[in-house]
């Protein structure tokens, strides 16, 4: 043990599942886990909703609410769920003194704006002209037709008053990968002491389904766990909405203000293949090795996100380990994005926390896990590129 120890002493978990780690926790452990879907907003493509949210419980007043847009009040919201998990919501000095690191996408485009323009293109030919017009009239004060992926820090540190340092990565399942291994890299070196990381993912908008559509990833049929989706029609995603934020502290800094933690990050490494020139499998073999994994059994819990290429070359992967037990958790929650890595990191600190596996969420593809999970694997492997992995172990 160390005084540099990464752990982890607050989460806030939101998916369609449910608010909270005992939320989560009581729906993943449940006999026979099942997903909650909408098939009908976005036919014929289906998504995991959010449920239904008080966003006053955490952003108090109306007009912060107001003015952020879906994702960014899941963020804050997730955010506020963590500070009051780990004990510092009401601590003005210390959230003061708290970093943030935040994955983040371009945010929600304005698709009133979108249509309009495409419209009015139609019937005129000055194409330079008219976009001038729309974009000096038609602009929010983000200064483009989505919003700025920074936003949502800025958000948190207004609502939280959580106001260290702030950096925002942005790049789909990557940046939440970048964002756990910087701040934990941040506490290791003693540049932080105790750091606030997340992400969310709303996908309940049109343009965010669009761009997995564009590139054949999403799904069209019936639901099936994650596992199965090899031989459905299109592709493999189906997304859904969530959010994921962890207090990070060093072991102790955590001691000293007398708070127990769920577990500590072990080493955390990420990497991008060329998909193209080499095989993907071998990539993620690569940063298996790396992880120097234990020889007792390991519980993984995978962010798989359906994707053909990718889930296929991470189950080959793993599947060279015979010590390794699956759980992909996107068939229950979706694939959300930014948010995916943060969540699997959250769900494998309450697998050790408890000292209990979760059960198959797919019987049919994934193996029993008898014993304590002492080290849950973490995974996040691109659906077009990125890859990422971290162990989680106990406190």
Known sequence: MSPRDVVITGMGIVSSLGEGVDAHWQALTAKTPSPVLDRERFAPYSIHPLPEIDWGQQIPRRGDQRQMETWQRLGTYAAGLALDDAGL???EALCATMDMVVAAGGGERDETVDEAILAASLERDDHDILLNEKLTTELRPTLFLA???????????IVHKVTGSSRTFMGEEGAGVSAIETAAARIRAGQSSHVLVGASFQTEHSDMLLAYELA??????????????????????????????????????AEQRGRKAYASIGPVVSRRTRRKSEPLADGIAGILDQLSLPKTPVLALSGASGAHAATAAEREALSRHNNIAL????SLTGHMKEAQFPFAVALAALAVHHGSPYPAFDSASEAAFDGSPDAVLATAIGYHCYEGMGLVKKA
């Open 216 to 253: 054949g990833f999403l799904h069209r049929e019936d639901w099936k766990p994650v596992w199965q989706r090899a031989d459905a029609e299109g592709g493999g995603v189906i997304t859904g909405s969530g959010g994921a934020f962890l207090v990070l502290e060093s072991r102790e800094h």
């Open 147 to 157: 919003q700025l992926s920074n936003l949502l820090a800025g958000n948190i540190s």
């Open 89 to 91: 919501k009401d601590d």
């Open 327 to 330: 759980r992909g958790f996107s």
